[in-house]
Each structure stands twice: as structure tokens, then as C-alpha cells.
């Protein structure tokens, strides 16, 4: 059975702190990784990741794939207040259209 | 451009009744989903629509749920015999590609409140 855990659960930083989320997964058949920012209601796509080792980066958020030890982290540097939100790991599958969804990390940063 | 959108935004019915939810994906988007996401939970799959292919229904929760997307653009979600565990917050995405890119666009959602 496909397993997605991202850790930590939930975080509250200050402003210009710099947090890592992480998100490491056991699943079959893997095609993509791809993150997503969720404010109140719509998910907003942030990256997709393919490659292992290649960095994807906008502006203060970049995010990498380590297909060997099956896991991928999302870092933001002087995070704001906007920053605040449920960022959630998803996976697409060979085979499958249906995405899998990690639970999220919750992410408060405080003024 | 335009981006994913849904209607009604909000939906207050009464047990019982019938709901059709809308979503109007981006122009040119073969691909269609619908999720919901009852509060603090996860986002649940529920049906997926591609091109003129049949849709995938397998995370349709009851056969009071059903789906359709009409000229391969337009969808509608509707609930027959509303129940209170159907309150939830639904969402549609849309993504320009059957495979190889899975990125997916939402809508901003409806909100179903089911008194």
C-alpha cells in the first residue's frame, strides 16, 4: 500500500525564520512529486518534482526530490505571515490520474 | 487568465434535498477532478473526468453522488438525498495534461452546509 507522511504535523515560527517541511514516501510506480500551498479552500500548485537532485526554486521557496532515500523537502527562507498555510505533498503515479495526497504540514508564522 | 471556477460558493440545504454543485474549468484543460475536504481532514478523491473517456468514479462515496461534464468543459456535481456527513467543503482542478504533468489548478471551492 502507497504510504505519504509529512512531517512535522504542524509548526509555528516567527517571521524571518527559515522552515524545512518534509515529506517521505513509500508508493509504487512513482512519476512525479509535486507540492501545493492550501490557504482557506484551493490548493495553489507550488512545484513538481521528477528528477532526484535537481533544486526547484521561487524566490523564497525551493524544494528538492531524493529518490534514493524516498523523501523531499520543502524549504522557505524569511518566512511571512503570508507564508501561513496547509502545504501538502501529493504524488502522481504511472498508471494511475489519481493524485495521492499527504496530509499536510500547518504552517503559522507569526509576526 | 481565467483560473478554475466554482458555484455556488456557499450552499446551505436541508437534509433531504438535492444539490448540484458547478465548476468551470480553465479553457483548453482535458482533465477534470472533483474532491472534498470535510473540516481538518485530508482532500478526498472523487471522480475524474478525461477528454470523452469514461470517468473514473471510484472515490465516489454512495450512489447518491453522481457526476457529469458536459462538451468536455463544464461539470456537475450533484448529491441526491443530501445528509449531514455530506457537509464539506467540494473542489474541482482541472490539468492540461492526461499524463506527464500532473499539476493540477483548483477552484476556490463550495462550501455544502447540510442542516
Known amino acids: 500500500e502507497d504510504k505519504v507522511v509529512q512531517s512535522p504535523l504542524s509548526l509555528v515560527v516567527h517571521e524571518g525564520d527559515t522552515v524545512t517541511l518534509n515529506c517521505s514516501y513509500e508508493?509504487?510506480?512513482?512519476?512525479?512529486l509535486l507540492w501545493y500551498k492550501q490557504e482557506k479552500k484551493a490548493p495553489t500548485f507550488l512545484f513538481m518534482l521528477?528528477?532526484?537532485?535537481i533544486e526547484k526554486k521561487s524566490g523564497r521557496l525551493s524544494s528538492i526530490l531524493d529518490k534514493k532515500e524516498l523523501f523531499s523537502i520543502l524549504n522557505i527562507t524569511a518566512t511571512q505571515t503570508g507564508d501561513s498555510a496547509i502545504y501538502l505533498c501529493?504524488?502522481?503515479?504511472?498508471?494511475?490520474?489519481?493524485?495521492?495526497f499527504g496530509r499536510g504540514t500547518s504552517l503559522i508564522v507569526h509576526p | 487568465g481565467a483560473g478554475v471556477s466554482q458555484s455556488p460558493s456557499n450552499k446551505v440545504t436541508e437534509k433531504g434535498k438535492d444539490v448540484e454543485l458547478r465548476c468551470d474549468p480553465i479553457?483548453?484543460?482535458?482533465?477534470l477532478y472533483w474532491y472534498r475536504q470535510s473540516l481538518g481532514q485530508g482532500l478526498e478523491f472523487l471522480i475524474y473526468?478525461?477528454?470523452?473517456?469514461?470517468?473514473?468514479k471510484s472515490g465516489l462515496p454512495s450512489d447518491r453522488f453522481s457526476a457529469e461534464r458536459t462538451g468536455g468543459s463544464v461539470s456537475t456535481l450533484t448529491i441526491q438525498r443530501t445528509q449531514q456527513e455530506d457537509s464539506a467543503v467540494y473542489l474541482c482542478?482541472?490539468?492540461?495534461?492526461?499524463?506527464?504533468?500532473?499539476?493540477?489548478?483548483f477552484g476556490p471551492g463550495t462550501r455544502l452546509t447540510v442542516t
Open positions: 479553457s483548453g484543460h482535458t482533465a
Open positions: 508508493v509504487t510506480n512513482f512519476r512525479s
Open positions: 521528477t528528477s532526484s537532485g
Open positions: 473526468f478525461q477528454g470523452n473517456s469514461a470517468p473514473d
Open positions: 482542478a482541472s490539468s492540461p495534461h492526461s499524463g506527464g504533468s500532473y499539476e493540477q489548478y
Open positions: 501529493v504524488f502522481a503515479l504511472g498508471g494511475s490520474y489519481i493524485p495521492t
